[in-house]
């Protein structure tokens, strides 16, 4: 099954200039603690703004380039889709945008830091979906630097 995560402002922005919009350390915590020991599948993008491999997860990078270091490379998405939809493995789909929107409509849950804030610069953003089709289970609340947010988990119904 696959599971989006995300760190999202006000009007779904996700980055600018190749850079998260938000950062919390208790975002990036429950991000670390979630995905360990599971497979993380991002774009080029989003590989090439990574410190370094995520450790403790498969890193599997979209592309249709090669890149280094990444456990394994996807030029087929809609090839690797039809191969793992039904897997009981959950996979997480990390980003970028291009990404989350070649997933959003095969993911089973959305874990979202709902981030009480906006960006007008932002050039990245999460897809739209339909909330109505998911169970909203609040996870926690936070606040960091006077900004406030909730981690939550979108379950489809």
Not at 5 to 17: D, S, T
């Amino acid at each position: 099954m696959f599971s989006l995560i995300a760190c999202v402002g006000k009007n779904r922005e996700l980055g600018k200039r190749g850079e998260l919009v938000f950062h919390f350390r208790e975002d990036m915590k429950f991000f670390r603690d979630t995905t360990r020991g599971h497979k993380v599948v991002m774009g080029r993008k989003t590989w090439e703004s990574l410190p370094g491999k995520l450790p403790g997860r498969e890193n599997i990078v979209a592309t249709r380039g090669e890149v280094e270091g990444a456990d394994q490379t996807v030029v087929d998405i809609v090839g690797f889709i039809a191969n793992n939809e039904n897997t009981d493995e959950e996979i997480f789909i990390i980003g970028g945008g291009m990404i989350y929107n070649e997933f959003i409509r095969y993911a089973k849950a959305l874990y979202l830091t709902e981030v009480d804030a906006d960006d007008a610069e932002a050039d990245v953003f999460f897809p739209e979906f339909d909330k109505k089709k998911y169970n909203k289970e609040l996870i926690k609340k936070g606040a960091e630097n006077g900004v406030t947010f909730s981690i939550v988990k979108y379950t489809l119904k």
